[in-house]
């Protein structure tokens, strides 16, 4: 039972005389409230119990189950009994106060005030020890955090001389290797030992006599005698009115982690050091500004010194143009990403343009994610470029003359040959002309094609043949023969001699067709095709003439013709083969050869 002061004192009432409990009721009712029903003893707070002898025996289990369930808490039990009855042994077992009745009205207020006081009292001893109780739970939890912490924890008295150590935990004791009884009494400064000049015990001193908490770094020695480093962190306690009555301390070994410094520091002083002597440009950014640069990279920037350029931010060593790459090659190393080689173009401090070209890796540095950057400078590169490129060019546009006036004279030479023919009445001298002319407009169209375009070494194949055809073409037109060539070529690159050999091959080849290979008057049908496969270039030239008498190789017939195709054959390093039933169909296989300079030899 609690009880609850906000509500009038609950007495519960049972006579076996009608008549006495309701004149005992009206006695108490001006005070106190009266329960009556027997269930009221377990659900209410009751204060206070009056009975009779026999309501007593009635009760009595119900009684003591209602004093069991008060626990500490003190119920009192009044009987009121008549003479007779005062040796009755249940009355004492249980009752805390008897009265003999009659009684008066004074002494049973009286009787009734006092039992009710004893049980607020109760209540309140109850309460308190509740409290108390739920106090010393929690500092017994606090004491066992405390002890179970893997920092050390010493407490020290500052009102006590020399502010000596009253209380430390099980870690203090494994980290200095002391016991308890060695501890307590002694100021923390016996961890020093006679290593007394350090500036942490300054600070200490000082936040003592500010009464300010402080964090310092201190030497301590064990009991062994061994070195630690020791991380304390001292703050006051304050009394109520404000006096600092106590210190606590708590300290954590980082001898490793001191170490550790020591070794980052050792191996950075190293890699500065080594980098101060590299010959290319070494940087070290955050965020695009600069934390650390060698004297190389220094210098090429325009700085006197490294320490000029820390702090600069490098979007200021570029020009507007290419700060937008700039700040994307930023957000890419933020992003954990390696960026490739570029030529950087920089101003520097004194207006000097340079060209740099850099590459930067994402690291860590000082904890933080910055970016390496690692640069050489390219100025003089970029300018022996830039004059190379002048003279290729020109050197191209000369290559393009001499391509030109090759065309031309060429060109010339073929107008010669036809002046020539007018005057000419044989017609096997003229056919041989006509053949020469073919062969010199054919080289021509390749020199033509170079002079037109920008590549000066590769000509496309499909482009020539395109052009070859249809200058043949028109030439047998004016003869009034019907031709038809079929073509499927695919784009492939040769070089000048190829193309000139391939022409060359193919204009022998339909021009030996258009000759021998069809009957007069007969529609001419020829067809060429040509691919590549790995550089292996497959040209398949078909007529659907009457073919020749039965042969396998092209230079049986013994002709001027045959000797040209056979050359050019040899030439092209080519395989052929040679299939003259129901036409002619030669089919070629060479490789494909790369330009190597100005020599006839291409692979």
């Given at each position: 039972m609690t009880e609850n002061r906000s509500q009038p004192n609950n007495l519960f009432l049972c006579l076996s005389s009608a008549a006495d409990e309701k004149l005992v009721a009206k006695l108490l009712e001006k005070k106190y409230t009266i329960c009556s029903n027997e269930h009221d003893l377990t659900k209410k707070a009751i204060d206070l119990v009056v009975v009779d002898f026999t309501e007593l025996h009635r009760l009595y289990d119900t009684i003591c189950f209602a004093k069991k369930e008060a626990g500490s808490t003190?119920?009192?039990?009044?009987?009121?009994?008549?003479?007779?009855?005062?040796?009755?042994?249940?009355?004492?077992?249980?009752?805390?106060?008897?009265?003999?009745?009659?009684?008066?009205?004074k002494n049973l207020l009286t009787r009734v005030k006092g039992l009710i006081k004893i049980r607020h009292y109760s209540c309140q001893v109850q309460s308190k020890q509740k409290k108390l109780d739920q106090k010393n739970r929690q500092l017994k939890l606090y004491y066992n955090a405390i002890h179970a912490t893997t920092s050390g924890l010493v407490i020290t008295d500052s009102s006590r001389k020399d502010n000596p150590i009253i209380f430390c935990n099980d870690a203090f004791t494994e980290l200095t290797g002391y016991s308890r009884s060695e501890i307590l009494g002694w100021n923390c400064r016996f961890l020093q030992g006679d290593d007394r000049h350090q500036p942490g015990r300054t600070v200490i001193q000082k936040a003592i006599e500010n009464e300010t908490s402080c964090e310092v770094l201190l030497r301590n020695y064990r009991k062994d005698g061994s070195l630690f480093w020791n991380e304390l962190r001292m703050s006051p306690i304050k009394t109520k009115d404000g006096f600092v009555k106590y210190y606590i301390g708590i300290q954590n070994d980082v001898t490793e982690l001191i170490k550790t410094q020591y070794e980052l520091k050792s191996t950075k002083?190293?890699?500065?050091?080594?980098?101060?002597?590299?010959?290319?440009?070494?940087?070290?950014?955050?965020?695009?500004?600069?934390?650390?640069?060698?004297?190389?990279?220094?210098?090429l920037l325009g700085f006197d010194h490294p320490d000029e350029a820390i702090g600069t931010c490098v979007l200021d060593l570029h020009p507007v143009t290419q700060q937008k790459k700039i700040k994307e090659r930023i957000e890419k190393l933020n992003n954990g990403e390696q960026t490739l080689p570029e030529v950087h173009t920089i101003t520097d401090s004194r207006g000097i343009t340079r060209h740099i070209k850099v590459q930067s890796i994402p690291i860590s540095y000082e904890g933080k994610l910055a970016a390496q950057t690692v640069g050489v400078d390219v100025t003089q590169m970029k300018e022996s470029e830039l004059e190379l490129s002048t003279l290729l060019r020109q050197k191209e546009v000369l290559i393009q003359e001499v391509h030109h006036?090759?065309?031309?004279?060429?060109?010339?030479?073929?107008?010669?040959?036809?002046?020539?023919?007018?005057?000419?009445?044989?017609?096997?001298?003229?056919?041989?002309?006509?053949?020469?002319?073919?062969?010199?407009?054919s080289i021509a169209n390749v020199h033509e094609m170079l002079y037109?375009?920008?590549?000066?070494?590769?000509?496309?194949?499909?482009?020539?043949?395109?052009?070859?055809?249809?200058?043949?073409?028109?030439?047998?037109?004016?003869?009034e023969r019907e031709i038809h060539l079929g073509l499927n070529i695919e784009s492939i690159l040769l070089n000048l001699d190829q193309?000139?050999?391939?022409?060359?091959?193919?204009?022998?080849?339909?021009?030996?067709?258009?000759?021998?290979?069809?009957?007069?008057?007969?529609?001419?049908?020829?067809?060429?095709?040509?691919?590549?496969?790995?550089?292996?270039?497959?040209?398949?030239?078909?007529?659907?003439?009457?073919?020749?008498?039965?042969?396998?190789?092209?230079?049986?017939?013994?002709?001027?013709?045959?000797?040209?195709?056979?050359?050019l054959v040899q030439q092209l390093r080519a395989d052929y083969s040679l299939n003259a039933k129901g036409g002619m169909e030669v089919i070629l296989h060479f490789k494909r050869a790369e330009y190597r300079g100005p020599s006839r030899y291409y692979s």
């Open positions: 003190y119920l009192p039990i009044m009987v009121m009994v008549s003479n007779e009855r005062l040796a009755n042994e249940k009355v004492w077992e249980i009752a805390d106060n008897v009265v003999v009745m009659p009684v008066s009205k002083d190293k890699w500065e050091g080594i980098v101060s002597q590299s010959p290319n440009l070494i940087q070290i950014s955050v965020n695009g500004v600069i934390k650390f640069i060698n004297k190389v990279g220094a210098t006036r090759v065309k031309n004279n060429l060109a010339i030479i073929s107008s010669l040959i036809e002046l020539q023919i007018p005057n000419l009445e044989n017609e096997d001298a003229i056919s041989y002309l006509r053949d020469t002319q073919m062969r010199v407009i037109g375009q920008d590549n000066l070494h590769k000509i496309e194949l499909d482009q020539y043949v395109d052009r070859l055809v249809d200058k043949i073409k028109s030439t047998v037109e004016m003869k193309t000139i050999a391939c022409g060359l091959l193919l204009n022998e080849l339909i021009t030996n067709s258009i000759k021998h290979g069809f009957d007069e008057g007969e529609t001419i049908r020829i067809d060429i095709s040509a691919t590549e496969d790995s550089d292996t270039l497959t040209i398949t030239y078909r007529d659907y003439g009457k073919g020749m008498p039965e042969t396998t190789d092209i230079d049986s017939n013994g002709n001027f013709g045959s000797m040209i195709i056979q050359i």
